[in-house]
């Protein structure tokens, strides 16, 4: 495999007195799409919020460990400059219903306050949307509100305005659980080629998507990590009995 | 069975004494209107457009334009809302954005609901005592009549009462903007301020609109404070510190005195451009709220 992009040591996370992740290590090769997988409750999308380090949003929280990025320890940058190297998909679509897809697109440029020529905004939009396989669907209508889209199309759009801040990373939480069967098959075939320019971390509930699309899958239970490696091998013979129990869907 | 059908017929009447009680209110409703339209007819039919086109209100002749008070009423309203607005507004995204819990918020809360239900003869009686004198040195500091009372001194207690009222709206649709669109700002690397200006102030925009204007709608037909402190001159003002009156105040003010009928039927014809005003300016504004609620939902 590549060589990792992001590292994961030791992180261990409270909200109050509750331990959420416990003693998570892990890395994440360039390039690849990692699925995290875990039934509700086992902390794997706490896990991804402590990437982009979302998880300061809510108080009262504590967190231990490092996580590099190209080597950086995550918690010694400033988060918003982290934010805007990672790029962040939420389970239910949320384009910003005050602006027209194009503006949507453009969001992380005009939320930080940087200013950019015409020809710079077309071209990032056209990019950003073409990626995120949207561009053929809306280029008539740029300028209409991105909220009249279709849920897998305002899924798309926000990979596009994701895409758009020209992340390392792209973190997607449970990308396609409100979406119909066309617009997940949509989005995955999407995920694999985006694989090539960004590295995809990507918490899902969906054991076929994971095995589908995953090149590396990690399975969490009560806020540990109990077993990762290859989507193959994690599929064919996993290690531990409740990787397989979970994988072969006797619980979740 | 016995037990069973005097059930049904307590229901029957519980249901009817419901139903009867709502078509009362509906009932007092349709009455009022009807009684301003009617009394006010003659006064209609008398002055005819003139009425809110001429500023001359003298009882004693028989003449009766009421624009100065129109005049008066946009002037003192339309002030209060600048006033208040900065003030409401801070308010409003202190407490639907940074302080959406904790004691310090519910501290707020509740010193902004006591302001909201002080009865307005106090703010009248504040403003007459406090209010009044600054005035007057301010006045007399910049050289202009110090007469104190006058419409600037009741647009501020106009904007004092309703800023708990504009920020209580404010709050709630400001705490109303989805969790989702913020995080969705947030995690492209915006700062909280960020997320306020270009996020949540814009999606609330609407519903702020409309706090906003229902608190216009309360300025227009406050009536007590007024009358205390805006001096009550049927003159047009010519100036924002001159002494005015507004079409509540005026009717306040003269309706004990009125004793020739088309004077009387003049008030009344105030009273009902009160009423229509406001209540237009209430269902638009909580037409467009409702609205929020539901597309938010």
């Keep these: 495999m590549n060589p990792d992009i992001l590292t994961i040591e030791h992180l261990n996370f409270w909200i109050a007195d509750q331990h959420i992740v416990k003693d998570l290590s892990l890395s994440f090769p360039e390039n690849t799409i990692t699925a995290i997988m875990g039934p509700s409750g086992c902390g794997k999308t706490t896990m991804l919020r402590c990437i982009n380090r979302m998880h300061e949003l809510i108080e009262n929280t504590r967190v231990e460990g490092k996580i590099k990025l190209s080597g950086e320890n995550i918690f010694k940058l400033n988060a918003m400059a982290l934010r805007r190297r990672i790029g962040m998909v939420f389970q239910r679509p949320n384009p910003f219903p005050t602006m027209s897809i194009y503006n949507n697109v453009l969001a992380g440029y005009i939320l930080n306050g940087i200013s950019l020529s015409r020809k710079e905004k077309d071209q990032i939009v056209q990019e950003a949307l073409t990626q995120a396989a949207l561009w053929d669907e809306v280029k008539e209508g740029l300028h209409r509100k991105g909220t009249f889209l279709s849920g897998g199309q305002q899924q798309r759009l926000c990979i596009a305005r994701a895409l758009a801040m020209k992340p390392k990373i792209l973190l997607l939480d449970e990308p396609t659980s409100a979406l119909d069967p066309k617009a997940t098959a949509h989005i995955e075939s999407l995920l694999m080629e985006l694989k090539d320019t960004v590295t995809v971390i990507m918490v899902t509930h969906n054991i076929a998507q994971a095995s589908r699309i995953s090149n590396q899958t990690a399975f969490m239970y009560l806020g540990e990590l109990i077993e990762h490696g290859t989507t193959e091998r994690m599929f064919t013979v996993p290690k531990d009995k409740r990787t397989e129990e979970y994988l072969s869907g006797k619980f979740g | ?297």
Aim: one cysteine or more; a neutral charge.
């Design chain 2, 1 to 297: 069975m016995q037990p069973r059908k005097r059930q049904t017929i307590g229901e029957w009447i519980f249901k009817a004494s419901l139903v009867l009680s709502g078509g009362l209110i509906v009932a007092v409703l349709g009455l009022m209107c009807l009684t301003l339209l009617t009394h006010a007819w003659p006064s209609i039919v008398a002055l005819k457009w003139k009425f809110v086109t001429t500023n001359t209100w003298d009882p004693i002749t028989s003449t009766f334009g009421a624009e100065a008070f129109v005049i008066g009423t946009l002037l003192t309203s339309l002030l209060a809302l600048f006033i208040s607005l900065p003030f409401s507004l801070s308010v409003s995204i202190f407490l639907g954005e940074y302080a959406q819990r904790g004691i310090l918020s519910e501290v707020f809360k509740a010193m902004i609901n006591m302001l909201a239900g002080i009865p307005s003869v106090i703010y009248g009686f504040w403003g007459l005592f406090v209010l009044v004198p600054w005035i007057r040195t301010f006045q007399i500091w910049v050289g202009i009549p110090p007469f104190g009372i006058g419409i600037f001194t009741a647009a501020l207690i106009l904007a004092l009462m309703i800023i708990p009222y504009a920020a209580a709206i404010g709050r709630d649709v400001i705490a109303m903007v989805p969790n989702e669109l913020k995080e969705g700002a947030y995690s492209l690397g915006a700062t909280r301020m960020e997320v306020l200006l270009t996020i949540v102030l814009p999606t609330a925009r609407s519903g702020l609109f409309a706090g906003t204007l229902l608190s216009f709608g309360r300025a227009i037909g406050e009536t007590m404070a007024v009358t205390m402190v805006i001096g009550n001159s049927n003159l047009l003002p010519t100036s924002i510190f001159a002494p005015g009156n507004t079409m509540a105040s005026v009717i306040a003010n003269e309706f004990s005195e009125a004793t020739n009928a088309i004077h009387v039927s003049s008030l009344i014809e105030l009273a009902l451009y009160l009423f229509v005003i406001t209540a237009i300016i209430n269902i638009i504004g909580k037409w467009i709220i409702q609205r929020t609620e539901v597309s938010h939902g």
